[in-house]
């Protein structure tokens, strides 16, 4: 397995450096943060020249590092034995979140003008509330995910077509390009599931039906890309007979697994009137992998798979990502039509739509209808399962293959 470089997580340290903030790196458990920080930006420092006595890492989830779990005063004391002079120090915190009032303990660090602060964590509500609340805008935060397609397809080692295929299945966790065989892939999955990700949950919230939260997990990964809401979720739940189970109770545990960053919620947003509909809405997956390995890798619908990649993708490019709704006057009826994804970054947008193909002309015209029908100029494209060569509809939508749209590290084909 070739080294992976995360270059575009090591590009936003380095413009963050020194900035007087602590930055924050959060994501979902084994996608890389640990990797990030130590080897990548350590040896990055290095070679900026950086004494490697002045690179301070501390893991926290290791055993010999538990006794500061509980006490924050000798953590802080801890930290500061290793600062020896008034040089820069990098101090490089890995799962802050185990340590009980970290925030008291970085804010008093922050004091200190010659020490340079990152950390990571794995729990979005955790370590969000406590930037808002305590670090009074003195924290960066930077979310790592799972391997893009072009980063699991640099480091596999196979051509780009048997990559695809592989990462549409098995995801991107960095430690699945280290596993041989299928059957290594899925074990490994399915034991990082309930041995890490579930037992975490289980324990930080105090989850009292796991049975509840191990169905709600495979409700979620079956209805990749559909509308739904706790409501639609818990009337499901209902008619399987589940009677002693509470909206709220959904509710919590929905919202513990996006905490977790196994799920990411995309709400719908009505492109005409520039306003969101708060539901249904939909919700994906942070790593297919995961999702499948939930389903015993039954499910594999391709346009579900398809439409998850690009949610993913589109987040690790730093867009902001909707479902889009738009309204069509069709024979004096108002017809309501989806746009699968409106992309936002800064005063830029664009329009996706994702199809598994569009083989005949009436499937062209259906695909492009919703896109045809939005009242702007900002970029409309149809990401298609098929290799092909980059094409424009009648219409201006540029219609180009997944390989490419995944493939794309500058986000050429979007135009920013």
Request: hydrophobic share 35%; proline share 2%; with cysteine.
């Amino acid at each position: 397995m070739k080294e992976i470089e995360r270059d575009i997580y090591l590009e936003k340290l380095i413009s963050r450096r020194e900035n007087g903030l602590i930055k924050v790196i959060t994501g979902i458990r084994r996608c890389g943060k640990s990797y990030l920080l130590d080897p990548i930006f350590k040896n990055y420092l290095i070679e900026e020249g950086v004494q490697k006595d002045h690179i301070i890492k501390i893991e926290l989830d290791r055993d010999s590092n538990r006794k500061y779990h509980k006490d924050p005063e000798a953590f802080e004391k801890h930290i500061r034995s290793f600062i020896k002079d008034d040089r820069i120090y990098y101090i490089l915190l890995d799962e802050i979140q185990l340590v009980q009032g970290f925030e008291l303990v970085l804010n008093s660090l922050l004091y200190d003008r010659n020490l340079d602060i990152y950390v990571t964590g794995s729990n979005s509500k955790f370590l969000s509330s406590d930037i808002i609340t305590e670090f009074r805008g003195r924290g960066d935060s930077i979310r790592v995910y799972p391997l893009a397609f072009s980063e699991f397809f640099a480091a596999c080692g196979k051509d780009k077509y048997e990559a695809m295929n592989e990462y549409l299945t098995y995801g991107g966790m960095p430690l699945i390009l280290s596993k041989k065989s299928d059957s290594e892939k899925s074990e490994y999955l399915k034991g990082l599931f309930d041995e890490v990700y579930f037992r975490d949950i289980v324990e930080r919230n105090l989850v009292k039906r796991t049975d509840v939260l191990d169905s709600l997990v495979n409700v979620l990964a079956s209805s990749v890309g559909s509308l739904t809401n706790p409501l639609k979720i818990y009337d499901t739940f209902k008619s399987k007979g589940e009677k002693d189970i509470s909206l709220n109770t959904l509710n919590s545990y929905l919202s513990h697994l996006e905490n977790a960053f196994i799920i990411e919620k995309a709400l719908r947003y009505d492109v005409k009137g520039r306003k969101y509909i708060h539901t249904p809405c939909k919700y994906y997956f942070s790593d297919l992998g995961l999702r499948n390995a939930r389903l015993n890798f039954r499910q594999q619908e391709e346009t579900h798979l398809m439409e998850n990649a690009i949610f993913n993708e589109l987040q690790i490019r730093g867009f902001n990502v909707d479902v889009g709704v738009v309204e069509i006057r069709s024979d004096g009826k108002r017809i309501q039509t989806e746009v699968d994804f409106v992309c936002n970054k800064g005063n830029d947008k664009c329009y996706i739509q994702s199809a598994l193909n569009l083989d005949t002309h009436e499937k062209t015209i259906q695909e492009s209808r919703p896109l045809n029908n939005i009242p702007d100029s900002f970029k409309k494209i149809i990401v298609v399962k098929e290799h092909i060569k980059p094409w424009r509809t009648d219409d201006g939508i540029l219609v180009i293959g997944i390989l490419d749209f995944l493939s794309e590290k500058q986000n050429s084909y979007i135009g920013f």
